[in-house]
Every structure is written in C-alpha cells, then in structure tokens.
C-alpha cells in the first residue's frame, strides 16, 4: 500500500511499497504513475508473467517496443535494430536496405558490400554511379580491381574473373 496523509491505497498487481511510502516499487525496467496507479514497463521492454511474477522483459534484436506497450513489434522494412531492449529502430544508411525485423541494413546492389558506412563494389569489380545508384561491372579477363577500378595485371601475372588481385604465372 502507498498513500499520503490518511488516504491508503493499495499498490498495482507485480509491485509493492515501503511502510509509509508514498508510490509503489514496480518491478525492474518499469516505472510508477500516480495518476494512473500503474506499473508501465520502459520503452524497449514489454510486461510478462502475472500477478506477483509480473517483470519487464527486453524485446528481442530485430524489434521495438515503446513505452507501456504489450509486445515487441518488428523494426519496419528498411530499418534495424542489433540491441536488446531497443525504443526505436534506426534507418538503414545510404544505398543500404533490410527486410522487416532485420539486426541489421545490407546493400541493395549485386556484387557490393557494406564498408565504412556505405556500400562498395567486391574484389574484382569495377565501380560507378547511374545517377546515385552504384553500379558493380566485372573486370574483364587479366585484369583485377582495387579501389573499385579494374586495371591490367602485370607481365608475368593473370587474373581470371572477379578476382581480387593478379597471380603469379
């Protein structure tokens, strides 16, 4: 029970109070309001259990949840999140994308990965832009890409396709 003055009132289902205390403890990760009389779990967690087992649990990677929600909810297309207990998910940067529920953003593009917070062309790749677009095209037969540029191997060196480097004869 907590209360001011003479008026008692009893503690929400899952906390409890000190003698003569004025709010309720409620069980970790969330939080008392008077006004409602409640126990409310923080954003990022959800209640489970009943009862005096009742407690807050972090939503899983991969979803959200706000505060006083009833369930993790999936991040939305084109976002992540690679915590536990996450209020919001983040937008995937740049030419990166990510289905629904995702722990994190990939690139879009055939042959590209995602490096230093944006997406570039794989060993053995030359690469461009259309526009905004990257654009991955395959080095040609002898020659090896580095820094999204294809350029001729050495004498006395091969490459085939879509290799990193040239080779030795």
């Not at 062309?121 to 677009?133: L, V």
Request: aromatic share 8%.
């Amino acid at each position: 029970n907590y209360g001011t003055g003479l008026v008692c009132r009893s503690c929400p289902v899952g906390s409890s109070s000190i003698a003569g205390s004025s709010s309720c403890v409620c069980p970790a990760s969330s939080t008392f309001s008077v006004s409602s009389a409640t126990c409310s779990c923080n954003a990022g967690y959800v209640p489970v259990g009943s009862g005096s087992s009742l407690y807050c649990s972090s939503c899983p990677k991969g979803t959200y949840a706000t505060s006083g929600s009833t369930r993790c909810i999936s991040c939305p297309a084109n976002t992540y999140s690679n915590s536990y207990g996450t209020a919001l998910c983040t937008s995937c940067p740049g030419d990166t994308t990510s289905p629904i529920g995702s722990l994190s953003c990939g690139c879009s593009v055939a042959h590209s990965s995602f490096k230093n917070s944006s997406c570039v062309c794989d060993a053995g790749y030359a690469q461009s832009f259309s526009g905004s677009t990257l654009v991955c095209t395959p080095c040609g037969v002898g020659e090896w890409a580095t820094e999204g540029v294809c350029s001729d191997c050495p004498i006395n060196t091969y490459a085939s396709i879509r290799l990193g480097g040239c080779i030795n004869c």
